[in-house]
């Protein structure tokens, strides 16, 4: 397995930047993420142009980060993701056969008619490994390198929330769903500094860790750690009618 102990989302499309498209991916692969053992450190918006995202890619890259891809895996020639990966790579781009044949498999699935433009989403770094889209057409892509790995899916949330946890498993991560260590207690009526002064030395003690997220009349307080589950259920005790609910990562 490698040695991850982050990941950093790289959400990569002209359209988040130019406002025609809002995005979707954060929250919903963050999740994700975070159920495998790599919460998501840092996320970056970048153009589709090689130069610009090569660069983010090496910028952000080291050994013990996982680096997160979504967009730019189609067809067209703003689809620059797994050439930009390749240059940050220093590895040319090669047409895959195990990504050719997931492709015209998911086109005659489709019953549809593969055009030869198509095959540009089967070129992908050498050395990368393709995994099937099971919600489109374009694979995703995982390229372990001594320097750093990278996960590529597309924008499409659909398709990247069912494409990420395969390629996770391709790239050597299991997931430990069962126990994120992140809970969620619920309060409504008692402001966020008079709960961490309440909370923040018992926790500290404990070896929690506490966050707190205010809204409109009530406080989300997250609570990380290995006993999280055991603190969660002391927190609504000592709160009484002032919780009013309990969650975890994934159920939010």
């Known amino acids: 397995m490698q040695g991850f102990s982050e990941s950093a989302l790289i959400l990569i499309g002209n359209e988040l930047l130019e406002g025609r498209t809002g995005d979707q991916n954060l929250r919903n692969l963050s999740k994700i993420l975070l159920s495998y053992g790599v919460p998501v450190s ?9 130069q610009a995202v090569s660069r983010t890619l090496t910028d952000i890259a080291t050994p013990h980060i996982l680096l997160v891809t979504t967009g730019g895996l189609g067809p067209t020639d703003d689809d620059l993701t797994l050439s930009s990966v390749a240059r940050a790579s220093s590895v040319p781009v090669k ?44 694979p995703g892509v995982v390229l372990n390198l001594p320097s750093f790995s990278v996960i590529c899916v597309p924008g499409v949330p659909a398709e990247a929330e069912a494409l990420l946890p395969v390629c996770l498993e391709t790239a050597g991560c299991a997931s430990n769903s069962q126990s994120t260590g992140t809970s969620y207690v619920r309060t409504w009526g008692i402001p966020e500094n008079s709960l961490f002064d309440r909370f923040s030395s018992e926790a500290s003690a404990a070896g929690i860790e506490l966050g707190f997220l205010p809204t409109i009349g009530r406080v989300d307080i997250r609570i990380k750690g290995d006993e999280e589950q055991e603190f969660s259920r002391m927190i609504c005790r000592s709160l009484g009618d002032h919780c009013y609910g309990l969650a975890q990562t994934g159920s939010l």
């Open 42 to 50: 840092q996320c970056r918006i970048v153009r589709d142009d090689v």
């Open 95 to 138: 047409r895959d056969s195990r990504a050719v044949d997931m492709i015209r498999n998911s086109y005659s699935k489709l019953g549809r008619e593969m055009p030869d433009s198509a095959l540009k989403q089967a070129d992908i770094p050498l050395g990368a490994i393709p995994v099937s889209n099971p919600r489109g057409i374009a």
